[in-house]
Every structure is written in C-alpha cells, then in structure tokens.
C-alpha cells in the first residue's frame, strides 16, 4: 500500500505550546506583535487539520511519542472525531483570536494571549491523545489557564468567581486524577486502547467505582448538572473573547473526554440510560435558570448549560444518528455560542452594561452586530435555515428512530425548553431592535477586526445550515468511531 | 426548475430590496412592487401544470417542490394579496422609519408563505412554515410599544405548534421511511390507526394554531390588532389560512378520505371545536371596541367556518370550505385596508368610539368597506353567499341540525358587529377634531377597488372559482359538483344566481317606488339626525359611543377569553418556577462542593446496593 505522506499531528500541539512560551520573549522584542501570535498559531493549527481530513476518513492516524511500542508509549490517536474538534478548536481559537486584536485593551496582554494559547492548546491536547494520563495532563492545561483568564479583569466579580471556579475544578482535577489512579492500580496501563481491550464491558463495582470518579470529574468542566454551579459565575465574568471560547469550546472538549472514557474504556451501556435523563434535566434547569435572567451573559452562560444537556443527550441514545446529532449539535453550538458572546462583547462596551435592559435601540446603532446577534439567537432556538435547525433536527430525528414511548416524552420535555429558549431570545430580539433608547447618540458599530470574525461565523451558520451534506459524511465517521470501540482498538493496537 | 428558480429570485429579491432601500430610498418601494407582480405573474402563468421536481438534497431527505391545481390556487392568492397589500403599503409606510426592513419581511412573508403551498415534501413544507413563523414575528413587532408582547404571543404559540409538526414529520417518517407527500398517500393505508391519529394530532396542533382554532386562538386578536394594517391584511387573509391548507393536505392529499373518515371520534371532535370557534369569538367580536381587533376577532369566526366546512368532509362543505377561505381572503383582507386607511388619515386611531361620520370624508372608502361587509355576512350576490350557502346547504342536508344552527348563530352575530364597525366608523357624528379630513390616497383606493370588484364578481359569477375548486376536490376523490357559470345544480335543489339577481331587482323597483309614493323627505344636517332638528350641543352626545351598550352588559359577565387566561396564568406559574430553579444556583461555594460530592456519593451508593447499571 502506498504510503501517504502528512504533517505530522504533533505539530497541531507543538507549535501552538511552543508559540505560546515564545511570546514572554518576544515582549521584549517585539512587543506590538505579540497579539498576532495567536492568530498564526490557530490558523496554522486550522489548516493542518482541515488537511489531515481525507486521511483519517480513511484510517486513524496513529503518533508515538519516546516510547517503545505501543501499549507503553505516549501516543496521539486522530480518529474523525478528534479531528472533528481540533478543526472547530483551531476555527475558534483563530477567529476569537483576530477578535481580541481589538477587544483586549486593558489588563497584562502578554497574559492573556499566552493563557489563551494554552487553553486551546490543552482542548486540542485532550481531544488528540490516546492515553488517559496524557488526557489529564492536557486537561489541566485547559483548566488552569481558564481560572487565570476568568478573572483576567481583575474586577471582584471576576477574582470571585474565578476563585469559586479554582475550588471545584481542582475537586474535580483531583476526582478524576484518583480515578485514573484506581484504573493504573488494576490494570498497570494507562493507554486508552489497551484500557479498552482489557475491559470488555463494565460489570464490577471495581470498575465502577473508578468510572464514576472520573465522570464527576469530567463532568464538573463538561458542565453536567448538577456539577455546573461554577458555570454562570465564570462564564459570565471572564472577557466576552474568553467567554465564547469557553462556552464554545472548553465545556464540549470536557464533554467529549467523558464520552471518550465511557464509549471506548468502559463500553457502559446501561450508563447511558441514566445519561439520558441527566442530560434532559441539565437541559431543563439550564434553559430555565435562563428565562429569568437580565444580565446577558448569564443568560448565554445558563443556555450553554442548556445546549450542554441538548448535547448529552443526544449522545446519551447511543446510536450513530444519536452520536451524529450530538457532534453535529456541538459543531453548531460552538458557532452560535461563539458568535453570541462575540457580539455580546462590543455590544457591552458600547452601553457600558450587562443589563438586556441597557441595548435597547442597537439595531440601529450597531446595525451590523446586531443583525449577528439575531442570526445567532435564531441558529440557536433551532430554526431554518441555519445550522441549529440541522442539528436539533437530527437529534430529534435519533431519538424518535428508536420508537419508544420514553423518548418521546423526553422528547416533549425537549419541545417545553425549547418554547422557553425561544421566549428568552426573541425578548432580546426586540429589545434590539423594536424599543427606543433614550440617548440619541450616532452610529457606532463594532471594531472591524471583530467584525471580520462575526461575519464568518455567520457566514458559516448560514451555509451549514443549508447545505449540512456536506460535512455529515464526516460527521458519521466521527460518530462511527466513537461508537465503534472494536475499531478503535484494531486501529491503535494494529 | 422554474418553480426553484422563483424562489431564489424571491428571495434574492428580498435581499436586495433591503441593500438597495438602505442606499436609495425610493428604489426599494419600485423593487417591492415589481417582484410581488412578477411573483403573481409567474404564479398565474403556471396555471394547470402539474408538476415536481427535487430541488436540494438536506441531510438525506430529498427536498421538493411541486405544484397542481390545489396549491397553484393557493399560490395566486398570496401573491395577488401580497402585490396588492405592498400597494397599499406605499402610501401607509410612507413616513415610517425603516421601511426598507418592512418590504424585506414582507416578501419574506410572501415567500415563506409560497414555499409552504408549493412544498412537495414534508420537511421543506416545514423549513418554509419557520421561515414564516419568524418572518411574521418581525412583522407583528415592527410598531414597537404594545406591540412587543403581541408577537410574543404569536411567536410562543408559533414554536410550540411547529415542533409539534416538526415531530409528527419524523414520527411519520420512522413509520413510513419518507416525508414526500406524493410517496406518503400511497404507504399511508398501511399505518394503524392509532398512529395515524397521533400523526394527526400533533399536526392539528400546528396546523390549528396558525388556523387560531380554540382552543388556539389567544394569539390571534393581539397580533392582528398590533400589526401594520398591510401586513394585518395578509395576516388575517392567507397566513392563518396556512392552517387550512395544511388541515387539507394532511386529511385529503396523505390521509386520503377513506382512512380520515373513519377515524372515529375525530371528525365529530374537529366539528365540535369548528361550532364553538364560530359561535364565541362572533360574540367576543361584538364586545370589541378597537376596530383591527373587532376584525381580528371575526378572523377567528370566519375560520371556524372553514374549518367546519373542510371537516365535515362531504363534497359540499370541502368545496364551500375552500371556497370560503378564498372569499374571506379577499373580504377581510379588505377590511383591514379600509380601517387602515382610516387608521393612515386619523393618525393611528382605531377605537370605535371616538370615531363616526366619515362617510362624507372617505366614501370611497365606506363603499369598500361596505362591500367587504356584506361579503362577510354573505348577502346574495356577493362572494361570501355562495359559500356560506354551500356549508350550510351541507349541514342541514346531512341532518346535523347543531352544526347548522351554530353556523347561523354566527351569521347573526356577523351582522351585528359588521354594523357596529360601519355605524362607528362612517355613520353618526364626525368629531370635531377630524373635520379635515382627507380622502384615501390612489394607492390605497386601487387595492380596495380591486378587491371590492372580485367580491362582486365572485358574487355574480360563482362558477368561475369554483371551476378550479371543483377540480380540487376531484384530485381528493370526491365526485365533482355541477357547476355553471351562475351557480351550482344539485339533486337537492339549485344555486342560481340569475334568479337571486332578478329577485334583488323587483326587490329594488319595489322599494324605490314605495319611497317615491311616501311624503318628500327633509335633509338635515349630519349633526342633527338624532335629535330630529332640536338642538344639542355637539359635543354633548355622540351615538358611536358604547354601542350595542346593553348587549354588551349582557354578554360580559359571561364571556370572557378563559383559554387566554390560562395560558397567561400558566406562563406567569413557569416564570415564578424558572426563578424558583435559579435559586439552586446558591452563590455559596460550599454548597457547589456539597452538589460535586453528593452526586458522586449517590451514584457510587445505588450502584453498590441495587447495581442498576
């Protein structure tokens, strides 16, 4: 067979990692480029991966790292799937970048944009190894540069929050670390395929109480109610660049590392029924917890929580269209939330609140924002012809595939969140654009630069929401890989 | 393709005219003009064609549109009322702000609204419904103040009945492994029927929502009332009527009439409900004192019309239903441009009782209004006659005497509040404050001089829509009606408008000759009609105000909207739940912890005593 030739993956974690180490050094140098960085390490990361596509739909690429072979080396394992996510990392990580070329305008930037870096450099570290320590390691990372850059601002609320946020990630750092702990004890292997293959399916309480260790830690980043409580706190007084990325991307990789542990180690079938409505309920509480909300950024961090559920759930029915419709969601997610929080930012700055109360009239004022800011909220209430219409579409689609009475109730319970979802979002529809302000102040849109970002993210949400074809033929190699544990093995263990 | 290409020039259309109105103010009102008429146009020249063809392929479903003489008539009928509407619009939006955002939604509205007649599959018949749904939420909220929660409503009740549809089409598809309509008519025989009638059930969600069926209704008079005259014309005229058109092609394009039928229990419960969404809202209609919202009202009732009409599923109803939802379209949409136009002259006054006289100001007006009045309770030789003639030719027919009576129960209620309006609007008094008034603009009176014309002439002339309705029918399987040019001939007796006509005559000589052989009459001044010559000073009385005052302390005690109540009682239940669940968001780290490690101490606990995973 002939061999084909790629860059390598590694690179995807490298070069960011080193990039970022490159900017305290480059401060004194240079130091008007170091916002830039970000920019060129995400769009290189961006580019890799998109190139990297046609060879793993046809088989997973496996990288080792000093080491042997493969049970006892450090390994990357890029199936679709862990692609899949460092595509949509390196995508958001590339636009919020160029947003905060403006929007950072005070604090340490040096900080911020090495913290940032390894933030997403840590989500890509997660979703690309093939090693459940590797995967804390990488999961570390991403945690403790979002308690940093939650209370970037320094304000109260932020130190506040992102001390609150310190304490329960770390007790979930630690969770999962003893999980991890009890696995290695029993096992004597940390590689994630050679975890699988010992493990045929979880049936003792040995293996039991491991998993659930490491669930409660991973779900606490991956936002699972009732392990959220962090959630609104920090996402709501991080910088709106950083909120997007972590609603966007940090809560999903948290989600998918869990996956991951109980599609291919554990193979917990009987766990997913329990999923399924704990994903219903964190659906239910997030978009709740919202409707009542008058500060804007808490009411995007509680439908985060909500979309989070949405996605669980659609994971949770554990077949391929189910698995489709969680990553399709996720895709979607990260873009609607994304572009809201993006557009949220100026919107905020411009008016000098949070309130919903205080953006009354910007349809007219930041004409172009605000039209953004709409083609998010409809994408994210699931109508056409946008990309949330596909995704809610799909899920529903899976859950009604399986004909029993129980989804269809839990179906309806979907239906009643999203009504409420709908209420929240179209109030601040016209807030925006059908009541008066009162200061009669001119015209004034968005930086450029964080427009440039916006526009794509629309752009893309429209497109996909049209013609979604066109990445579902990845979509259901990332869904079939997750789901296939015997194929992952075969392809990791050779 | 050329049914996919118009759509892309729609909405490309759309677009530009939003582009172009944000750059040249005046080229957005030309552009708006010129691609409703082209839409109308191209949508008349596909008369008799019968066709479908696969226009886009999304996540496995293939998409379709096609068209026959079911939704072709449909089609023209929104884009006829939306040419004419975006006429009238010209003048009625002249002055507002953002008018270039208004055309856009308006065709968008349009669009949406074409899609959804010309869908030939399930899912874009969906796609195209939200299109709508959202579109028109735009619309409602376009005049801002009280308007806002107007389209709340509208938009909540909106999600709810499309997700509703929206599971209906997959619950279908699990069953029957397609969502094209031509496909499900024929796979549909083999589904039991239970399901079926689950199937139905979530569809007349959605489909009666839009229809405003009660216990639908309560989004209805709010956001008809609320939206921009124009737009409320559409509204009340085809939009709701999606409803219908979705109730038709659910029961007699998929179901197809020998299933639907015998279903049991079904027809009799959608009969019922069509009863009492004619019998209340009639009434609640009376009560009203703001013009838009009087019609609104009578929307509803109307519609039970219809909606009686296509249930009751004999030949005669399905073709009076159809009908009459053509002719309502043309009379209430009217309607609702005559009391726009008063509302453009007055400044945006609507309540009936500061307004009177107008008759000398605006007869043009009155005229119209007029004839969309006496089209709405179905006088002979207007439109409304023949089809309400034919609904309750049916009824009585088919001995269902409670049906029948309701109906007319309705009709007399119709009569009333058509009077208040036209008393209240241009007879009595004329305040003082509207002594210069102005006549209607020509782009307001061309629009309401077309449609009183069809009115007439449908009146005159009933075998001419009901040719194509006839051959609707046929296509749901039903014998055909014979139809003449003035009528229709049955085994149970004949509609023959020449022999109304001559009648209406001799009736006219007659009382033109008893007139004439009475004492001369005096005229007097329009302020002294009441009080027979004696003086009272003008602003002392007026007779517009509380109208039909006794009946009204009559009814009020009993009808109230209870279904409205509900549903704002229940809303009020969910936001006080919603902030009761935000309180477990304490703010206090410690119980955060407590949520961590409780949640594992209990999963590690139920596995170890019940291992239930």
Redesign the interface.
Known sequence: MKEITYINPVLLIAVPLALAFIIPILKFVWEKSIKWIPVAGFLFDLIVSITLIPIVLQKNIIVKIGGTTTPFSINLVVGPAGLLLSIMISLAGFLVAIYALKYIQEGDKTKYHILFMLLLTGAIGVVLTGDIFNLFVFFEVLCISSYALVGYLGNRAGIESS??YL??GS??SS?LLVGIGLIYGQYGTLNMADLAAQIKT?DS?SL??PM??M??GL??EAAIF??N??L??AHSSAPSSISAVLSGIAIEVGLYAMMRILFTIFA?E??MG?LLFLGVITLL?GE??A???NNIKRMLAYSSIGQIGLIVFAFSIATASGLSGGFFQMISHTLNKALLFLATGFMIYRTGSMEISSFRGLGKKMPLTALFFTIGT?SI?G???FVG??SK??I??AA??K?ELLF?IL?AVI?LT???E??YF??II?TL????SDDKSSKQESAITALIPMFIFALLILILGIY??WI?KFIHSAASELLNKMSYLRSVLG | MILFYMMIFAFVGAFLIYFAGKSFPRIKEILAVVISFLLFLFVALLYGKDFQINYHNFLGFHLFLRINMFSWLFALTITFLGFLSIIFSLSYMKDKKNNAFYYMNMLFVNIAMLGIVLAGDLISFFIFWEIMSWSTFLLISYKKGSALPASMKYIIMSIIGSLSMLIGILYLYDLTDTTIISQLSHIIRFINKGDVIFVVILFSIAFGIKNAVIPFHNWLPPAHSEAPSPFSAILSGILIKMGVYGFLLLFYVIIGLDIIFHLTGLTIVLNVLAAITIIFPTFLAILQNDAKRLLAWSTVAQAGYIFMGITYGTELSVAGGIFHFLNHAIFKALMFLAVGAIEYRTKGIRDLNSLGGFIKKMPFTFAAMLIGAMGLIGLPLTNGFVSKWLIYKTLILNGSPFLAFAALIGTWGTILYSYKLIHNIFLGQLPAKFENIQKAPFSMKMPMMILSTIIIFFGILPGIPLQFINKIIVSFGYHPLNVSLFGIVSDSGNLNIINILAATFVIGVLIVLFFRSGRKSVRVDQYDNYAAGSFIPKEKYSYTNSFYAPLDRFLNSFLKDYIDIFYCKSAALIRHFCNGIRKIYTGYVGSYVMYILLFLAVLIFVQLNWSVF
Do not use: H
């Open positions: 001390i609150k304490i329960q007790i979930g969770l979880a309480i039991f109480v659930f260790f669930i409660t779900g606490i009732p392990l409580s962090w609104p706190d917990a009987s766990f329990f509480i709740m917890s409707f009542s909300q409809f209430i109508l056409p012809p219409f596909a579409f799909l529903f689609k009604l595939a004909q269809i179906i239906i999203t009504v409420i709908g209420a179209f109030r016209q654009y059908f009541k008066e979604p074809n579902m």
